[in-house]
C-alpha cells in the first residue's frame, strides 16, 4: 500500500506495533510455523522483476523464509523509510476533516486517509483459565512466540489448541520434548502438506509460467491457482471415488478441496469426503480409542478452515505423547504444577503452549481505538457485530479503508491475492477523492444491503455448519455471532469492487471538501 501510494506522489507513512517487518510472518515464530499456501504464489504479484529474482526453496515456505522474503520487500521498494516501527497505535478519531491518531508513545500523527493493514489474525485469544498466573512453569501464546525460541528439550510440554497452528506446532514439540500432553477441545480434520524442497527445474517452471498462474489465480473461487475439478465425485463408482480421494490426498494440501467438485455446498459430497479423511484417521492412529478421539464429528470437512500438516495425526503413536479431551473433562484451572481438569485429574507440566487462535478479523481493527463522525466508537457501531461495505469501508467513519476487513474474502482465500487487490481498490479511490477533492465513507444503505450478501453467500455453503469456527466469531467468549469473512468467491468479489469503481463509487457518500471547508 504504502509503495502504491508513494507511486501516487501522495505522502503516505506506516506506523507498525512490532519492531520489524513482517507482520504474521514477525509474531508467528512457534516450532513448525509454515505457511499452507505454496511458496510460488505466497507471494506478491505486483512486480515481475520480484518474482523472477526471488528463489524459493521449499514446495511451503517455513516462516524465517516468508519473514527473509519480506525484508527484501522493504528493502527492495526502499520502504523502511516510510515506516515507523516499534509504534503501537492507542487510538485514531476523525476529527472533522482528518484523522488524528495517537500511539502508545505519545506522537501524535495527522491524515486525511487512513488505511488499516492490521491483518486479520493478529489478536492473540488467550483463554481466560483460572490460575494461569501462579503457573510455576512458562506458557506461551503461539502469536506471540519468544524471538529467542523456546528450548522444550527434555521438558513436559503441554499444547490446548488443534487448529492449523496447533497441528502444525505438535509434531516438533513432540520430537524434542520429553512428553508432550494435547489437549483438545475439537477434533479437526487436517491433509498432508507433503512439503518437500522446490528443484531447480518446480521453480524454473514456475517463473516461466507466472502469466498464466496469476490469471487463473484471478478467476478462482479462493485466490489460489487451482482448477476446481468438474468430475461429478457422487456419479462415480465407490472405487472410482475412493481412487480419485486417494490421488489428491497423495497431492495433498489445500488442493485437495480443488479436487472434490461442491465439496462446501453439497452435504452428500462434504459427507463422503468427511468420511474418507476419517478413515485415513483409523488407519493412521494405532490405538482405536485414540483415533476415535481425533476423529472430527461435529462439523463438515472444510467448513472449518482445513489444516494441512507434517505428521500430526502419526504424531500420536508416539510413546511421548498423549491426548487429553478436553471437551468431555474441561480444563478447570492451570496450577502451579500444570493443568487441572474438572475430574480433578493433573497433568505436570513446564511448559504451556496455547495454540488458541485469535479474535478474529474485527479484534484487530477493535484495538485501534478507531472513532468516527461525532466521536462514535467502533465497538459501539459493531457491538451487533463487524459491518462494512465490501470489506472495504464502514458507514460513519470517513476516508477509513480497510485492507481484508471483515465482509471481504480475506481468509478463505490466498492473502497476498485478497490483500493486493485491496491495494489497488484503495489506491484507485484515493487517487479519485485526490482529483475531485471529495471525502468518502459507506451509506448505510450500502452497507445493509452488503451485510445481508455476506449472510446469503455464507448461507450458500455448508461454512455457517461449524457452530465454533472462528469465521463466527464463536472461538471469543460474548463475540457476536455473524459470518465475517465473505464466502462468494474472490473473481465474484473482485468483479463487483470493480463495478462499484466503474460506476463513480455509488457504495459511497462522496462529500466535497470544499464545501465542507
Ligand atoms: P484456531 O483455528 O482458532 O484454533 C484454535 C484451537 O484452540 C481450536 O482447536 C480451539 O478449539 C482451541 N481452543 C480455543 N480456546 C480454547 C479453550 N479455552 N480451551 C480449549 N481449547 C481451546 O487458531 P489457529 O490454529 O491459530 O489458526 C487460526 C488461523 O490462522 C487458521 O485457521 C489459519 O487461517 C491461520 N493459520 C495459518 C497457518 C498457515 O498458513 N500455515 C498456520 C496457522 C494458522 P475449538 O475448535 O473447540 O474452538
Redesign the pocket.
Known amino acids: 500500500m504504502v509503495h502504491r501510494l508513494r507511486g501516487l506522489g501522495i505522502s503516505v507513512h506506516g506506523l507498525e506495533a512490532a519492531d520489524g517487518v513482517g507482520g504474521t510472518w514477525f509474531w ?1 515464530r512457534y516450532p513448525g ?5 505454496e511458496s510460488y504464489y505466497y507471494c506478491y504479484a505486483f512486480s515481475r522483476e520480484l518474482e523472477q529474482e526471488w528463489d524459493w526453496t521449499e514446495r511451503y515456505p517455513g516462516q524465517a523464509e516468508i519473514l527473509s522474503y519480506l525484508e527484501h520487500v522493504a528493502d527492495r521498494f526502499d520502504l523502511r523509510r516510510s515506516f515507523s516501527l516499534s509504534t503501537t497505535v492507542s487510538s485514531a478519531s476523525w476529527g472533522g476533516d482528518r484523522w488524528v491518531i495517537d500511539t502508545e508513545g505519545g506522537e501524535r500523527w495527522t491524515c486525511r486517509w487512513l488505511v488499516t493493514a492490521v491483518g486479520c ?1 493478529s489478536s492473540a ?1 488467550v ?1 481466560d ?1 483460572p490460575g494461569l498466573a501462579s503457573f510455576a512453569g512458562e506458557w506461551h501464546h ?2 506471540q512466540w519468544p524471538h529467542e525460541g523456546v528450548d522444550v528439550t527434555g521438558r513436559r510440554v503441554g499444547v ?9 506446532a505438535i509434531p516438533v514439540l513432540a520430537a524434542s520434548a520429553a512428553h508432550l500432553t494435547v ?4 477434533a ?1 480434520f487436517s491433509i498432508p502438506a507433503r512439503n518437500a524442497p522446490l528443484s531447480t527445474s518446480e521453480a524454473a517452471g514456475y517463473k516461466a509460467d507466472y502469466a498464466a498462474i496469476r490469471e487463473v489465480q484471478q478467476a478462482s473461487t479462493n485466490g489460489h491457482p487451482f482448477v476446481v475439478s468438474d468430475v461429478d465425485t457422487l456419479a462415480l463408482p465407490d472405487d472410482e471415488r475412493r481412487a480419485l480421494f486417494q490421488r489428491a490426498w497423495e497431492r495433498g494440501g489445500l488442493r485437495f478441496r480443488a479436487a472434490v467438485r461442491d465439496v462446501l455446498t453439497d452435504p452428500a459430497v462434504n459427507d463422503e469426503t468427511s468420511e474418507f479423511l476419517r478413515s485415513k484417521i483409523r488407519s493412521t492412529v494405532d490405538d482405536p480409542e485414540v483415533a476415535e478421539t481425533l476423529t472430527p464429528r461435529d462439523h463438515p470437512f472444510a467448513t ?2 482445513p ?1 494441512i500438516d507434517t505428521d500430526y495425526f502419526e504424531t500420536y503413536n508416539r510413546p511421548n505423547v498423549s491426548l487429553v479431551d ?1 471437551r468431555a473433562d474441561p ?1 478447570e484451572a492451570v496450577t502451579r504444577d500444570g493443568v487441572r481438569l474438572a475430574s480433578g485429574a493433573e497433568h505436570p507440566l513446564d511448559v504451556l503452549v496455547f ?4 479474535d ?1 478479523l474485527s479484534g484487530p481493527l477493535l484495538r485501534l481505538g478507531l472513532r468516527g463522525r461525532d466521536g462514535v466508537a467502533l465497538a459501539d457501531a459493531w457491538a451487533e457485530g463487524a459491518a462494512t461495505y465490501l470489506g472495504l469501508g464502514v458507514a460513519g467513519f470517513p476516508n477509513l479503508f480497510t485492507i481484508t476487513g471483515p465482509g471481504s474474502p480475506s ?1 478463505l482465500t490466498n492473502m497476498p491475492t485478497s490483500i493486493e487487490q485491496h491495494v489497488e481498490w484503495i489506491a484507485d479511490l484515493v487517487a479519485h477523492l485526490r482529483a475531485h477533492d471529495l471525502d468518502a465513507e459507506p451509506t448505510p444503505e450500502a452497507q445493509a444491503r452488503w451485510a445481508d450478501h455476506v449472510r446469503e453467500a455464507a448461507d450458500a455453503t455448508l461454512l455457517p455448519q461449524a457452530a ?1 469456527s ?1 469465521y463466527l466469531g ?2 471469543v467468549p460474548g463475540k457476536p455471532r455473524v459470518f465475517l469473512p465473505y464466502a462468494g468467491g474472490f473473481a465474484r468479489y473482485r468483479g463487483m469492487c470493480d463495478a462499484e469503481a466503474a460506476a463513480g463509487y455509488p457504495g459511497f457518500a462522496l462529500r466535497s471538501r470544499r464545501r465542507a471547508a
Open positions: 508467528n510455523a509454515r505457511c499452507d499456501s489474525l485469544n483463554p483459565i503461539t502469536g490446548v489448541g488443534t487448529g492449523s497452528t496447533g497441528i502444525q489437549f483438545q477441545r475439537t479437526n472449518k478452515r489444516p478436553v480444563i495454540a488458541t487462535g485469535f478474529a481468509v465454533s472462528w464463536a472461538n
